[in-house]
């Protein structure tokens, strides 16, 4: 039996589950791991429970290219790396695939863009798509400057340069060349203040030729999409908020007392002015991009300084980085390699079709993107928003191929403290391994899952490894749910039943209020999973479980053996209900439940999920016995040396 309610939330009959890809030139620190993947893994194995494991894919993948790549290796061989490029890149995907791994995300391909299979499909999908956008007329060659270290003779990449983000209200004075690290994109000729990394001097500009997508022309068909998100609980307010910030009109920031200034540049192109009282510059907005760059070479000629605003700019589609994917020669233009950002968009769908054994011809992937009934999500970080948001819907609208738009699921920022998680940071996160020196999997996957990173930045601080014994220990806490809580009402359900009962579930029924509860429990976690409200989850799932064990407490009393069969009913009820919602959380520990109940994996198909015990057994059904003292929900061994135990 099923209970379809009123106003549930629906699900497509397939879907593709994906997470930001992690650069292969470093181990994954936490950021990583409780940022983006736990979530992913969360609602992929939800889904895989919810629509069938058959009809769910979660894929991801090391983004093997690009000058961060690059760096990394040069600066791993100063270290004494002895290998190739992809040697480096090869061994890097391999810790990231074991951490992954070790934290139980579940992908049924983590691939590579540049090695194996997937590297070759990603290569021939890249070169595709570069063609299907020019011959549909949305990519133009433009000039961009590019960074000269004249001490050094080297050109620079983008992440050998650093200064102060050009645009208005940006502190970061750690931008690299043509965007910061919150995911602000300007034209490396704006920088403010660049120094190069590889002599600590300012590097000379040099005019290069690359190919950009015309993302501008594609505003109306962006504002659209995210007015039709609006409502939709599905998309987090912040990405909404984000996207907007850059469909606004082009803008200059002024201080106020220079406008009078700026006015009288008669060769000014037309532009209103708009003020807010609070702010200390005037915001001069211009009718289309064009005229912003022109009134931006007037302001720099007449030393006038200046800050941009947010907005679409065309979208890079190359570079000249040696360790990248060749883009086809056109217009007689060659030797340019793909820039790492546009790539990786659509990286999903090439390690979606490595997966699915397509090659570059086969067409099975286009069940999985195209079809109506198909859909894809993707979980990155806040500061990937223009990529995934912006960048990457234009692109897929411009192939004009019948790809389905992608529900983006954006989580702010896990901080390490009070500072954000950057390998490339002055503060050093933990390595993600670091952290399963100290606790379990299952605690960190409710730890970061009952972040609430999809409404604000959330400090991480592992007690453990900050070396504060005795001090409070949000993880343990949180962790404390299934370790102590749950595992309480598992053992006493089992330790109950194979005293009364002798291990033989009894005959009867439900309780009215018991199922009526557990089937409200659980219409709620579907609402809440829908909306990626993973949080919410936490506070659904740990009151339904305390409430079980007081009401256990308060029962177990009784000496009336009737009362003690309809108490393990309705435990056992309770039990089964959890087991199947925590299961996407923390599978293992579920899993051994369902082993000591002796039941199939229909305990997880949701096509079942208000279903009594009773429905997946036989009358006389014998549970495993529970041998004494054993815990469905391990506390890490280090936890129990120091507790004494």
Excluded at 319 to 335: F, T
Excluded at 420 to 429: C, I, L
Excluded at 457 to 477: N, R
Aim: hydrophobic share 40%; net charge neutral.
């Amino acid at each position: 039996m099923t209970n379809d309610g009123v106003g549930r939330p629906s699900f497509p009959k397939r879907a593709v589950v994906t997470a930001g890809m992690p650069y292969g030139n470093k181990e994954l620190h936490f950021g990583h791991v409780g940022g983006v993947f736990v979530h992913a893994d969360i609602f992929a194995r939800f889904l895989r429970d919810r629509i069938g494991k058959e009809n769910v894919i979660f894929v991801s993948g090391t983004d093997c290219y690009g000058a961060t790549i690059e760096a990394g290796f040069e600066q791993a061989v100063a270290n004494g790396f002895c290998g190739a490029l992809a040697d480096y890149v090869a061994q890097n995907h391999e810790r990231q695939k074991e951490t992954l791994s070790r934290y139980r995300i579940s992908l049924d391909l983590f691939g590579a863009s540049a090695l194996g299979e997937a590297g070759s499909i990603h290569s021939d999908l890249s070169a595709t798509i570069f063609k299907r956008l020019y011959e549909n007329g949305t990519l133009k060659l433009e000039q961009n400057v590019q960074f000269f270290d004249e001490e050094k003779g080297a050109f620079l990449n983008g992440r050998q340069v650093t200064g102060r983000c050009p645009i208005q209200g940006c502190k970061s004075e750690t931008a690299y060349a043509d965007e910061c690290s919150l995911g602000h994109q300007y034209n490396p000729a704006e920088l403010i203040n660049p120094i190069s990394a590889l002599s600590g001097k300012p590097p000379k500009r040099v005019p290069v030729t690359n190919w950009f997508f015309d993302l501008p022309a594609y505003e109306s068909f962006l504002k659209d999409t995210v007015r039709s998100w609006e409502g939709d609980p599905r998309y987090r307010v912040g990405l909404i908020k984000t996207i907007k910030e850059f469909l606004r009109k082009p803008a200059i920031y002024v201080k106020k007392e220079l406008l009078e200034e700026v006015q009288e540049i008669k060769t000014m192109p037309a532009f209103t002015v708009t003020q807010e009282p609070q702010k200390a510059s005037s915001a001069l907005v211009f009718a289309d991009l064009t005229h912003r760059d022109q009134a931006v070479s007037l302001l720099e000629e007449h030393k006038i300084r200046y800050r941009t605003g947010k907005t679409l700019v065309p979208f890079r589609l190359s570079g000249n980085v040696k360790w990248g994917i060749p883009v086809p020669e056109a217009d007689g233009v060659a030797g340019l390699t793909f820039w790492v950002w546009p790539e990786s968009l659509w990286a999903p769908i090439s390690f979606t079709k490595a997966y699915l054994g397509d090659g570059i011809e086969g067409r099975q992937w286009e069940q999985w993107w195209k079809a109506e009934d198909a859909q894809a999500y993707q979980f990155i970080g806040e500061d990937n928003i223009y990529f995934y948001g912006i960048a990457e819907l234009g692109l897929f609208h411009a192939l004009n191929q019948g790809l389905r738009m992608p529900v983006i699921v954006p989580n702010h920022h896990l901080l390490f403290g009070k500072t954000k998680a950057s390998s490339s940071g002055s503060v050093k996160p933990p390595k993600a391994m670091e952290l399963l020196e100290q606790y379990t999997p299952e605690q960190l996957r409710i730890h970061f899952m009952n972040a609430s990173l999809g409404e604000k930045s959330v400090s991480f601080e592992p007690k453990a490894l900050l070396q504060q014994d005795g001090a409070f220990d949000t993880i343990l806490y949180e962790g404390n749910l299934v370790t102590n809580v749950f595992n309480r009402l598992v053992r006493s359900c089992f330790y109950t039943l194979q005293k009364h009962c002798n291990g033989v579930y009894p005959a009867g029924t439900v309780t009215e209020p018991v199922k009526a509860r557990s089937d409200q429990v659980i219409l709620e976690y579907e609402r809440l999973i829908s909306q990626f409200a993973f949080d919410k989850l936490f506070e659904l799932l740990n009151l339904y479980l305390r409430d079980a064990n007081k009401d256990w407490s308060r029962r177990a009393k009784s000496e009336d053996p009737a009362e003690i069969r309809q108490l393990l009913i309705d435990m056992f009820h309770i039990v089964r209900v959890a087991a199947a919602l925590f299961h996407p959380i923390v599978p293992d520990g579920c899993e051994m439940i369902r082993e000591y109940l002796h039941i199939d994996e229909r305990l997880w198909d949701w096509q079942y999920i208000f279903e009594p015990l009773r429905f997946f057994m036989a009358e006389d059904h014998t549970f495993r016995f529970l041998e004494p003292r054993v815990d469905f929900f391990k506390k890490h061994p280090m936890q129990l040396e120091k507790s004494g135990k």
